[in-house]
C-alpha cells in the first residue's frame, strides 16, 4: 500500500508562486509514474502534469506549460509541482497521484494524495 501525503498550497496573488510536494510511506516513490490532477468547484478533475519514474519524461496540459514544473527526488521519496506566474483560473484542489502509466488519464492511477487547496486572487 501507499500512501501520499500532500502539503504546500495556500493563498496567493496573481503572478505569485507556489510549492506543492507529495510524499510517500510504504513503497518507494521510484516503482511509480506520478501525475499531478486539479479539480475546480463544479468541474471535473483534470491532467495538470506528469513525470516518469526516474524523472526522464515529462509532459504538461497546456494551460500550466511553461508555468509549472514538475519534479521528483526519488531518494526523499517526494514528487513537487512548482506553479509559477499563477492566475486566478488556476484555483483547484490539487492532488497527486502514483500509477504505474505515464499517461494524463486519472482513471489509470493506482494511488492519490489527500488533495490540497490552491487560491489564486486577482
Known amino acids: 500500500q501507499v500512501q501520499l501525503v500532500q502539503s504546500g498550497g495556500g493563498l496567493v496573488q496573481a503572478g505569485g508562486s507556489l510549492r506543492l510536494s507529495c510524499a510517500t510511506s510504504?513503497?518507494?516513490?521510484?516503482?511509480?509514474?506520478m501525475g499531478w490532477f486539479r479539480q475546480a468547484p463544479g468541474k471535473e478533475r483534470s491532467f495538470v502534469a506528469a513525470i516518469n519514474w526516474n524523472g526522464g519524461n515529462t509532459y504538461y496540459a497546456d494551460t500550466v506549460k511553461g508555468r509549472f514544473t514538475i519534479s521528483r527526488d526519488n531518494a526523499e521519496n517526494t514528487v513537487y509541482l512548482q506553479l509559477n506566474s499563477l492566475k486566478p483560473e488556476d484555483t483547484a484542489v490539487y492532488y497527486c497521484a502514483a500509477g504505474p502509466l505515464l499517461i494524463a488519464t486519472p482513471e489509470k492511477y493506482v494511488y492519490w494524495g489527500q488533495g490540497t487547496q490552491v487560491t489564486v486572487s486577482s
Open positions: 510504504g513503497r518507494t516513490l521510484s516503482r511509480y509514474n
